[in-house]
């Protein structure tokens, strides 16, 4: 049995993540996926899962869930380094690095929000100006990635242990093609959703990871899905 | 003020130009009357009511009840009735409510409003109500999460304080926490026996206060219902306006003693009817009059129609795509729906030629699942998402005999059933009116000239 821990589904799922771990749980019959709520000990520091997922959180739910994560933040190192599977997608991304600042709607006030610190850039909230809505082609590890991002914030760093190469669209920020983070089975990515859905090469590589077989749940449909939307967005990225 | 008098005659003289040739539902006059003057919406007078309606579901409908009951009542109005609900639709409303000279002409302005923008705008008109019909998922794109637009709401009421009254809905967990620093109005429903589906995407998921478990003693649909937290106090408040028996099948309403006629045998439209009645009410108006005036009302042609041919009723039917919860709601709708039907969607937004591949989040927060019901006899999908639709539906166990997808709407009429069902809907989004009813009219063509062999 492979277990898949979903971190604070109730802040964690905001963008309907919560499929990517039900589509995962639906290729094999292997995946158990467990729920770590707010309140509970997270899993993996005992050594208990094999993979660990969070998913895009409202701003205000960033600030309490590296408050919920900092006590265990040497064992999340730990983890990572030990290689167990961490898959983070959209804003939780951010909660990784070392600061979050920028502006909020309620107030003129500026936030100053220290992260978790694992890993080296900061990421810089606009939350007056228009959202940023965009998507991406790249690659990583010779899988074509897709991507897409809906998001007020961008994240600001040297990027040197990036996920995906882009080639279409933007990474981390406007000025970069670097997107996400790959430590060790790390893996983030700004785009959020369920990404295991808009990328079922890389939901093949993540099994096998695991140690699983790697076929999926309708693989007709879903590598056709996929292949149309590459075409579509290589004629309109 | 030099530059408000200019935009003020040139935006006149515009809007005249539009009206003379028969296109007076334009927000250009407002464009340029912002451009003019950038603070156009503040030097203009205000009639001496304003009610601004917002919220993410169910504005427009209830803004068009609110003024439609105060036309019959004898008030003049100004209205953004045709979609415009960001500031230059605002703009244009309130310069049909003024002369040449600023003076008001007329009694009220009802202001169908932009939830995300309102704390740009709202500040500016200092409306007298603010009604607030709920705060659900709505399209990530744009809105981003329901707490974003929470935000935005509440920053709004906070700069306006105690000259405005919010208007709001007691069922909703989210909005009901809306204005502690104004004066508040709730509206509210007792049981509706609607026995809802259990949605997938939580629009909220923990109590706002203390992050508790939230409970409920009934739901109507999604989060809206009568609520309470586990852990602390926080619960739905008492409503001053209390629909204490609601029957969808007989299409009525009993509002603190009084039956009122809803529009629709849909549970948010009973909303809607509920929060135009608390605010009438407010305002003064009889419960006979306002009974009256609904009799005569009907769910507008922009979200329901329907044509009949050869004994199957052919429906338009506003789903709004990307927004989760009405989606969702409607999805739960044709499964509560007793007829044997066809579904035909065509949700993709206009938008989306430039966002091709924005709709696979929402696809997987809306319960596709609702559509695996034995009534549904079929679910027809065109257009550039349709191997995401089919896919989304086969996870959601929809038979795959059951599904026909096809990258060409215009293929759509081949496969529509023309025997064993009674009703084909086409949901839409709302952006996509007349390819609605082009679709539905090219079905019915379709059946007319003999149909699939």
Same mark, same amino acid.
């Given at each position: 049995?492979?277990?898949?821990?979903?971190?604070?589904?109730?802040?964690? @799922?905001?963008?309907?993540?919560?499929? @990517?771990?039900?589509?995962?749980?639906?290729?094999?019959?292997?995946?158990?996926?467990? &729920?770590?709520?707010?309140?509970?000990?997270?899993?993996?520091?005992?050594?208990?899962?094999?993979?660990?997922?969070?998913?895009?959180?409202?701003? %205000?739910?960033? &600030?309490?869930?590296? &408050?919920?994560?900092?006590?265990?933040?040497?064992?999340?190192?730990?983890?990572?380094?030990?290689?167990?599977? #961490?898959?983070?997608?959209?804003?939780?991304?951010?909660?990784?690095?070392?600061?979050?600042?920028?502006?909020?709607?309620?107030?003129?006030?500026?936030?100053?929000?220290?992260?978790?610190?694992?890993?080296?850039?900061?990421?810089?909230?606009?939350?007056?100006?228009?959202?940023?809505?965009?998507?991406?082609?790249?690659?990583?590890?010779?899988?074509?990635?897709?991507?897409?991002?809906?998001?007020?914030?961008?994240?600001?760093?040297?990027?040197?242990?990036? #996920?995906?190469?882009?080639?279409?669209?933007?990474?981390? @920020?406007? %000025?970069?093609?670097?997107?996400?983070?790959?430590?060790?089975?790390?893996?983030?990515?700004?785009?959020?959703?369920?990404? #295991?859905?808009?990328?079922?090469?890389?939901?093949?590589?993540?099994?096998?990871?695991?140690?699983?077989?790697?076929?999926?749940?309708?693989?007709? &449909?879903?590598?056709?899905?996929?292949?149309?939307?590459?075409?579509?967005?290589?004629?309109?990225? | 003020?030099? +530059?408000?008098?200019?935009?003020?005659?040139?935006?006149?003289?515009?809007?005249?130009?539009?009206?003379?040739?028969?296109?007076?539902?334009?927000?250009?006059?407002?464009?340029?009357?912002?451009?003019?003057?950038?603070?156009?919406? =503040?030097?203009?007078?205000?009639?001496?009511?304003?009610? *601004?309606?917002?919220?993410?579901?169910?504005? *427009?409908?209830?803004? *068009?009840?609110?003024?439609?009951?105060?036309?019959?009542? !004898?008030?003049?109005?100004?209205?953004?009735?045709?979609?415009?609900?960001?500031?230059?639709?605002?703009?244009?409303?309130?310069? +049909?409510?003024?002369?040449?000279?600023?003076?008001?002409?007329?009694?009220?302005?009802?202001?169908?409003?932009?939830?995300?923008?309102?704390?740009?705008?709202?500040?500016?008109?200092?409306?007298?109500?603010?009604?607030?019909?709920?705060?659900?998922?709505?399209?990530? +794109? +744009?809105?981003?999460?329901?707490?974003?637009?929470?935000?935005?709401?509440?920053?709004?009421?906070?700069?306006?304080?105690?000259?405005?009254?919010?208007?709001?809905?007691?069922?909703?967990?989210? =909005?009901?926490?809306?204005?502690?620093?104004?004066?508040?109005?709730?509206?509210?429903?007792?049981?509706?026996?609607?026995?809802?589906?259990?949605?997938?995407?939580?629009?909220?998921?923990?109590?706002?206060?203390?992050?508790?478990?939230?409970?409920?003693?009934?739901?109507?649909?999604?989060?809206?219902?009568?609520?309470?937290?586990?852990?602390?106090?926080?619960?739905?408040?008492?409503?001053?306006?209390?629909?204490?028996?609601?029957?969808?099948?007989?299409?009525?309403?009993?509002?603190? !003693?009084?039956?009122?006629?809803?529009?629709?045998?849909?549970?948010?439209?009973?909303?809607?009817?509920?929060?135009?009645?608390?605010?009438?009410?407010?305002?003064?108006?009889?419960?006979?009059?306002?009974? =009256?005036?609904?009799?005569?009302?009907?769910?507008?042609?922009?979200?329901?129609?329907?044509?009949?041919?050869?004994?199957?009723?052919?429906?338009?039917?506003?789903?709004?795509?990307?927004?989760?919860?009405?989606?969702?709601?409607?999805?739960?709708?044709?499964?509560?729906?007793?007829?044997?039907?066809?579904?035909?969607?065509?949700?993709?937004?206009?938008?989306?030629?430039?966002?091709? *591949?924005?709709?696979?989040?929402?696809?997987?927060?809306?319960?596709?699942?609702?559509?695996?019901?034995?009534?549904?006899?079929?679910?027809?999908?065109?257009?550039?998402?349709?191997?995401?639709?089919?896919?989304?539906?086969?996870?959601?166990?929809?038979?795959?005999?059951?599904?026909?997808?096809?990258?060409?709407?215009?293929?759509?009429?081949?496969?529509?059933?023309?025997?064993?069902?009674?009703?084909?809907?086409?949901?839409?989004?709302?952006?996509?009116?007349?390819?609605?009813?082009?679709?539905?009219?090219?079905?019915?063509?379709?059946?007319?000239?003999?149909?699939?062999?």
């Amino acid at each position: 049995m492979k277990i898949i821990e979903f971190l604070y589904p109730e802040y964690t @799922n905001i963008y309907g993540e919560s499929y @990517n771990l039900e589509y995962l749980k639906r290729c094999n019959k292997e995946i158990q996926v467990l &729920e770590t709520h707010v309140g509970d000990t997270p899993k993996f520091i005992y050594g208990q899962a094999d993979m660990v997922y969070m998913g895009c959180m409202t701003e %205000d739910k960033q &600030e309490k869930t590296i &408050e919920l994560l900092m006590p265990y933040r040497n064992y999340i190192i730990n983890a990572i380094q030990s290689g167990i599977i #961490f898959v983070v997608t959209g804003n939780a991304l951010e909660i990784f690095g070392t600061k979050i600042i920028g502006d909020e709607v309620m107030s003129d006030d500026k936030i100053d929000i220290r992260g978790l610190s694992i890993f080296d850039y900061q990421s810089v909230r606009h939350m007056k100006q228009s959202r940023h809505n965009s998507q991406y082609i790249g690659n990583f590890d010779g899988l074509i990635m897709l991507g897409h991002r809906s998001q007020y914030s961008f994240c600001y760093g040297d990027f040197d242990n990036y #996920f995906i190469k882009i080639y279409k669209g933007i990474g981390m @920020n406007p %000025d970069t093609d670097r997107e996400g983070v790959h430590v060790k089975n790390f893996f983030g990515t700004y785009s959020l959703g369920p990404y #295991f859905i808009m990328n079922p090469p890389f939901t093949k590589y993540i099994l096998r990871l695991l140690g699983l077989k790697d076929d999926l749940i309708f693989e007709k &449909e879903i590598m056709e899905a996929y292949q149309y939307r590459l075409e579509e967005l290589r004629r309109t990225i | 003020m030099f +530059r408000f008098y200019v935009a003020l005659w040139a935006s006149k003289l515009m809007l005249a130009f539009y009206t003379l040739i028969k296109q007076p539902k334009t927000d250009l006059p407002g464009l340029l009357a912002s451009k003019i003057c950038p603070d156009f919406l =503040s030097y203009i007078h205000k009639p001496a009511l304003t009610i *601004t309606v917002t919220g993410t579901n169910g504005k *427009t409908t209830t803004s *068009t009840l609110i003024n439609d009951f105060l036309k019959s009542a !004898g008030l003049t109005t100004s209205f953004n009735e045709w979609g415009a609900n960001m500031q230059a639709g605002y703009s244009v409303n309130l310069l +049909r409510g003024v002369n040449l000279f600023n003076k008001p002409k007329v009694d009220c302005s009802i202001l169908e409003a932009d939830e995300l923008t309102l704390d740009e705008n709202m500040p500016k008109i200092k409306p007298d109500y603010i009604l607030v019909t709920n705060i659900c998922k709505d399209s990530l +794109r +744009r809105n981003g999460h329901p707490e974003n637009i929470y935000n935005h709401i509440e920053h709004t009421l906070r700069i306006l304080g105690d000259k405005t009254t919010a208007v709001l809905n007691a069922n909703d967990p989210i =909005s009901s926490e809306l204005g502690k620093g104004n004066r508040r109005i709730y509206f509210g429903m007792a049981d509706a026996r609607t026995n809802p589906f259990v949605n997938l995407g939580k629009d909220i998921a923990i109590c706002p206060r203390c992050g508790g478990k939230i409970t409920y003693d009934y739901r109507h649909y999604r989060h809206i219902g009568k609520f309470r937290c586990e852990n602390c106090d926080f619960k739905t408040p008492h409503p001053d306006y209390m629909a204490e028996f609601t029957d969808l099948n007989d299409r009525t309403m009993t509002i603190s !003693g009084h039956e009122y006629p809803l529009i629709s045998d849909t549970i948010f439209n009973a909303f809607n009817v509920l929060a135009a009645v608390a605010i009438l009410r407010e305002l003064g108006y009889r419960e006979n009059e306002i009974s =009256s005036f609904l009799s005569t009302q009907k769910v507008t042609d922009i979200r329901e129609t329907c044509v009949e041919y050869n004994g199957i009723e052919y429906y338009t039917f506003a789903a709004k795509s990307q927004n989760v919860s009405a989606a969702s709601t409607v999805f739960e709708y044709m499964a509560k729906e007793p007829s044997d039907k066809d579904v035909v969607l065509l949700m993709d937004e206009v938008q989306d030629k430039n966002h091709p *591949t924005e709709t696979l989040s929402w696809l997987y927060e809306t319960d596709y699942e609702f559509l695996n019901d034995p009534k549904i006899k079929r679910v027809i999908v065109g257009g550039h998402m349709y191997l995401n639709h089919k896919l989304r539906l086969l996870l959601a166990g929809v038979p795959e005999d059951r599904i026909v997808a096809v990258e060409d709407e215009a293929d759509i009429p081949l496969y529509v059933d023309q025997y064993g069902i009674t009703k084909v809907y086409v949901l839409y989004e709302t952006d996509c009116v007349t390819k609605a009813l082009n679709m539905r009219d090219s079905i019915v063509s379709y059946v007319k000239e003999g149909g699939r062999k």
